[in-house]
């Protein structure tokens, strides 16, 4: 079974840039989240997807982040103006059963 | 608000011994799982257990246990016969039971396994 696909794995900007990283879940896994890992940190929920629904953005930074899921599969999050502080690993996971979740290998993004 | 904390910030082991990474967790749910993820360089998370809250028996994997003690909010994570691989951060996290199940992580413990 194909894992969780995501793309770009490293991603450079400067700071007012805009970026969008991409994540294919393992097919039929009807959750999604994106997490974001700063660096010595655990990482923390952005957003929850229910197929292409929202079931919890309340961290999401709604002024400069935004995230989709068209078709309850991929999803796309996208930064917009990205800050310095946004500079971290964006992980993609997926759910199909009741308590396990799947990760991607993830986005390293660096704004300077 | 569910938290996750891990006091060791970094632990050493002698490769073929065994480790003990600590995590405590606060919660008033009931319903609720527990996990130790593994984290490489490669940034990709690894499941290495799971425990669920209404299970009493201590939940194990191979060279990898668990000591769940509910009562103390305590799950600590056991590595036997640690071998060089085992070098990695290693995230305890808790999971509500139910349709809002996001994964709140501690802070992370890296270990460093030594020939």
């Known amino acids: 079974e194909a894992g969780v696909a995501q793309s770009p794995r490293y991603k450079i900007i400067e700071k007012r840039q805009s970026v969008a990283f991409w994540c294919n879940p393992i097919?039929?896994?009807?959750?999604l989240y994106w997490y974001q890992q700063i660096l010595g940190q655990g990482p923390k929920l952005l957003i929850q997807?229910?197929?292409?629904?929202?079931?919890?953005d309340s961290q999401l930074p709604k002024d400069r982040f935004s995230a989709e899921r068209l078709k309850g599969v991929d999803s796309t999050l996208k930064i917009q103006p990205a800050k310095l502080e946004d500079s971290a690993v964006y992980l993609c996971?997926?759910?199909?059963?009741?308590?396990?979740?799947?990760f991607g290998p993830g986005t390293r993004l660096t704004v300077t | 608000a569910q938290t996750v904390t891990q006091s060791q910030p970094e632990m050493s082991v002698q490769e073929a011994e065994t480790v003990t990474l600590s995590c405590t967790y606060d919660?008033?749910?009931?319903?609720?799982?527990l996990f130790w993820y593994k984290q490489p360089p490669s940034r990709q998370m690894i499941l290495v257990i799971r425990?669920?809250?209404?299970?009493?028996q201590n939940a194990t994997e191979n060279r990898f246990s668990v000591n769940f003690q509910k009562a103390a909010k305590s799950f600590s994570l056991k590595i036997s016969d640690s071998q060089l691989g085992d070098t990695a951060m290693y995230f305890c996290?808790?999971?509500?039971?139910?349709?809002?199940?996001?994964?709140?992580f501690g802070t992370g413990t890296l270990l460093a396994v030594q020939p």
């Open positions: 996971a997926s759910m199909g059963g009741p308590d396990e979740q799947y």
């Open positions: 097919s039929g896994h009807a959750t």
């Open positions: 997807f229910q197929n292409n629904g929202v079931v919890d």
């Open positions: 919660t008033s749910e009931n319903n609720y799982y």
């Open positions: 425990q669920e809250a209404y299970k009493q």
């Open positions: 996290a808790f999971m509500r039971g139910g349709a809002t199940n996001k994964l709140i």
